[in-house]
């Protein structure tokens, strides 16, 4: 079965950076529509960050507007999601989960790959 597997992940001080990849291992994702999820301790797995298969329309969750950025580059079937000023409560294990449709959506439910997940650690 196809995968989608996660990297750079890490654990860095508050106010920090770090970027995520995500790559498929077989299939192309070109035509589907990716996010990222999180799911911190104990909590619910979360929506993060959304893009459209062509890059055009993104969505953010509120609590990460302004400091994250999600990206693609079709030509290297690579999904990144920048993050800067990190905060503690940012820690989470995160996944990138891809949809079959052009459009993006915030529900976990429309995605049906899904990453193993990397684990995300701020420090305060």
């Known amino acids: 079965q196809e995968q989608l597997v996660e990297s750079g992940g890490g654990l860095v001080q508050a106010g920090g950076s770090l970027r995520l990849s995500c790559a498929p291992s077989?299939?192309?994702?070109?035509?589907?529509?990716m996010g990222w999820f999180r799911q911190a301790p104990g909590k619910e797995r979360e929506f993060v960050a959304g893009i459209s298969s062509s890059g055009a329309t993104i969505i953010y969750a509120d609590s990460v507007k302004g400091r994250f950025t999600i990206s693609r580059d079709n030509g290297k079937n690579t999904l990144y999601l920048q993050m800067n000023s990190l905060k503690p409560e940012d820690t989470a294990v995160y996944y990138c989960?891809?949809?079959?449709?052009?459009?993006?959506?915030?529900?976990?439910?429309?995605?049906?790959?899904w990453g193993q997940g990397t684990q995300v650690t701020v420090s305060s």
């Open positions: 077989g299939r192309t994702f070109r035509r589907y529509a």
């Open positions: 989960a891809a949809r079959a449709s052009d459009y993006v959506q915030r529900e976990q439910r429309e995605y049906y790959y």
